[in-house]
């Protein structure tokens, strides 16, 4: 088993959730203040995270709708699915597009399925067999590991597909749904969690289980890996750091609410945004940097863009419309903030110089620095 891991790098592309396979959320530099450069509106709802690749915007819709975007914010192609699109956030690899969908809209169960990036073209889907009446609703999001694409389902189950046809490569039971949880790439190994509070370490050629570790309650989250480390957070209120190699823990940090959005890591910290209204700031060793009151929810992602952290909240309560910050990665301070249109439940996406952030009223943002990239 190999475990041999990058540095915390910025990514250059943005193709996945929190920018990639690792789930780092660590971008190229982005300077506040930030201008809007185009604003598009699907008229459909959206929950999941847009993603940048190949100089192209990807985005989904809860009507079944995928979209590209060019970085002008100009339409490229739009595709309706059978079903509706919620967590899953689009994952692109080599010319394809994979996304996962729940039952409605036409379509009586949930499906995985991959696109053309370049026109939309549907190439394949796969539905999971139903098992005793249960859901097989996918809000996972997608990910590609080598020639198989790897995806949660609310049956309970872990699926990998062959990336060229959709055939089932193999599959791996869990306790629970298996529901907005995206799996990880760590080496030869895939990390996801499950509502069953494990968070499972499966080798990647054949789905065999190589660790777990428990947590108290649902893990609802992606990890971020680095230098052999594993950083998530679970609805118990703990962000976890655990060992690639044998799933020990190494340290954890309490916060006062359930963590529902994946951290971001960089070569030096771990940045984490909680229920309880907070954005905390850690050294890679669990010592505390600063503490940030957003004042309401964070539920989705913090992004690091050089020395800038960009994060939204929202009051889940009243449903407001809410305010997209940027704060100092050293000191935690306000640097920047603007109001949105509704409420958010997407994570941001980055690259090409170019900040994409989309809400629950069909609102897609692209922003650009007024400074220019640094």
Partial sequence: ?????????????????????????????LAPPLNVAWQAETKTAIYSSPVISGGMVY??????????????GEPAWKTRIKGKIYASTPCVAEGMVYIGSVAGNGSKTGNLWALSSSNGSVAWSFSPERVGGRSTDIFSSPLVAGSLVIFGCDDRFVYALDRATGQLAWKFQTEDMVHDNAGTLAGDL??????????????????????????????NTAPAVADGRAYFGAEDGNLYVVSLSDGKQIWSWKTRAAIVASPAVTADSVYLASTDGTVTALSRDGEKKWVFNVG????????VAGSHLYTAAIDTLAMLDQSLFSLDVMTGKVEWK????????????????????????GFLYGFKSAAGPG
Wanted: with cysteine; charged share 15%.
């Fill in 59 to 72: 985005t989904a819709g809860e009507n079944g709708e995928v979209s590209a975007f060019k970085l002008n």
């Fill in 296 to 303: 309401s929810h964070v539920v989705a992602a913090p992004l």
């Fill in 1 to 29: 088993m190999s475990l041999a891991l990058s540095a915390v790098s910025p990514a250059a592309d943005w193709p996945a959730f929190q920018g990639g396979p690792a789930h780092l959320g660590v971008a190229p530099s």
């Fill in 338 to 361: 603007y109001q949105l249109k509704g409420p958010l439940f997407a994570s941001p996406a980055c690259a090409d110089g170019l900040l994409v952030i989309a809400g629950k009223k």
């Fill in 190 to 219: 895939v990390l996801i969690g499950s509502f069953d509070g494990w968070m499972y370490a499966l080798n990647v050629r054949d789905g065999l289980l190589a660790w777990k570790f428990k947590t108290r309650k649902k893990l």
